[in-house]
């Protein structure tokens, strides 16, 4: 595993070099200094942008909203009884943070109820609202984005008694819980390209005769070594890794098997193709990642040309696809032209791309699925915005005849889109990982 540095992360004014992952009290710093980061300089804008002066977010324990969860210090691993947090940005000034809540909630958020001056938890609420005034209250309810749905129906409906009147006030904050979700923050992208590089590190030695004796090693071998070398370097996993294999045979390449009836565990044999697809989580931000790999057979020392070409293949698909990102453009508009693009060229492209950041498959853009290729209606009908990070994901048929089938190349690589364009986090894969048989 090769050394990755924190030069661009600053701490107290302060440039961290180190090797990562970091102890569990460093990784804490870096979580409570982004967090302030992005509540006190992304939050407002985006706030004024959507149109709502206030932000109510309540949450009991063990049933928190996911939004909230991104809002907790990095000591607290749930909300505490019931925890309510208010944000409040006026027209003029700084925004304001306060917690109607039992127990203090980190340094930012100003305790604002005191439970034995005033018993009742709502009526503080009601009074905080009072006194600020807003306009627009919004509440995370949205029948679109799960992400986005996050206060239960019993809260909601307290919330709205003890409101009365003023509950017309109450509005969804669904593009504005969106938007905190999707929107990095310079310190998050200092350490994000960082964080993808642990992914593909980790990837490289799976895919590695450290691991893999062809003849010997099955497939799930592979993917719980995965899973314990995710815990070994104290990180967790958002989803179980899956490693497949295309090979010289009858079998024909099927997206229901792939995505949801995969075969069983296989021998890993010289002359495969090794897929595999994995993800990360560290400092509250996701990996999402698939390569291959190809096992040399005796006398081989690189893949056969037929194999590069259909890398080269699903690279150009990248190519299109990423290129067509533009701001304001919707993620189906953007499928779309890729997929006509990419078949006017002769290539053969499917295209089921997501946001990625607090949650692997995050909210913000759809862009395709993959039993979704005519666009996916309300998540794909959303716009791109600027400073977003998305899970390139994608696959290209090539037919083989060396084979006597097709085969498809499926990628996936994490990437950031901003003013610029779509730049990958930690590059892509351009050759094959290769495995000696021997």
């Excluded at 609202?129 to 129906?153: E, H």
């Excluded at 696959?395 to 990628?411: S, V």
Aim: glycine share 6%.
């Amino acid at each position: 595993m090769r050394l990755i540095s924190l030069f661009l992360l600053l701490i107290s004014s302060v440039s961290v070099a180190t090797e990562l992952p970091l102890p569990m009290r460093e990784r804490a710093q870096i979580i409570d200094d982004i967090l302030q980061e992005r509540l006190t300089t992304v939050l407002p804008t985006l706030m004024r942008r959507e149109g709502i002066d206030m932000w109510v977010l309540i949450s009991r324990e063990y049933n928190e909203d996911p939004v909230l969860k991104t809002m907790l210090p990095s000591t607290w691993l749930s909300a505490r009884r019931r925890t309510i947090l208010v944000i409040y940005t006026p027209s003029v000034g700084e925004p304001e943070f306060y917690a109607i809540a039992r127990y203090k909630v980190g340094e930012l958020f100003e305790k604002a109820w005191d439970k034995e001056a005033q018993p009742d938890q709502w009526q503080a609420l009601v009074d905080l609202i009072k006194a600020k005034s807003p306009k627009a209250i919004g509440v995370n309810q949205s029948a679109r984005t799960a992400l986005a749905d996050g206060i239960s129906a019993t809260e909601l409906t307290a919330f709205r008694q003890a409101m009365g009147e003023a509950q017309n006030k109450i509005v969804s904050a669904q593009n504005l819980a969106i938007a905190w979700l999707e929107t990095r923050s310079p310190k998050e992208l200092a350490v994000y390209p960082q964080i993808v590089a642990m992914g593909h590190d980790i990837i490289a030695e799976a895919f590695s005769n450290r691991v893999i004796t062809p003849g010997k090693t099955t497939t799930d071998d592979v993917v719980w070594w995965l899973r314990e070398k995710s815990r070994e370097m104290k990180l967790t996993n958002w989803f179980h890794p899956t490693v497949s294999i295309q090979r010289a045979n009858a079998d024909k390449f099927d997206h229901l098997q792939a995505f949801s009836e995969r075969p069983g565990e296989q021998v890993i044999l010289p002359g495969d193709l090794l897929h595999v697809d994995f993800g990360i989580t560290y400092l509250r931000l996701n990996t999402d990642q698939q390569q291959h790999a190809y096992v040399l057979r005796a006398g081989e020392t690189d893949a056969p040309d037929y194999l590069k070409q259909a890398l080269a293949n699903a690279n150009r698909v990248q190519d299109i696809f990423t290129a067509n990102f533009k701001a304001c453009r919707t993620g189906n508009e953007v499928l779309k032209m890729s997929l006509e693009q990419g078949k006017a060229e002769g290539l053969r492209p499917h295209i089921y791309t997501h946001p990625i950041g607090y949650h692997g498959h995050a909210a913000g853009t759809t862009l395709g699925m993959w039993d979704a290729q005519q666009g996916v209606p309300g998540e794909g009908d959303y716009p791109l915005h600027l400073n977003t990070a998305y899970s390139i994901e994608l696959n290209a048929a090539t037919d083989i005849p060396q084979w006597g089938k097709d085969i498809r190349i499926m990628l996936e690589e994490n990437a950031l889109f901003d003013d610029k364009g779509v730049h990958y986090l930690d590059g892509r894969q351009t050759k094959f990982h290769l495995i000696n048989s021997q």
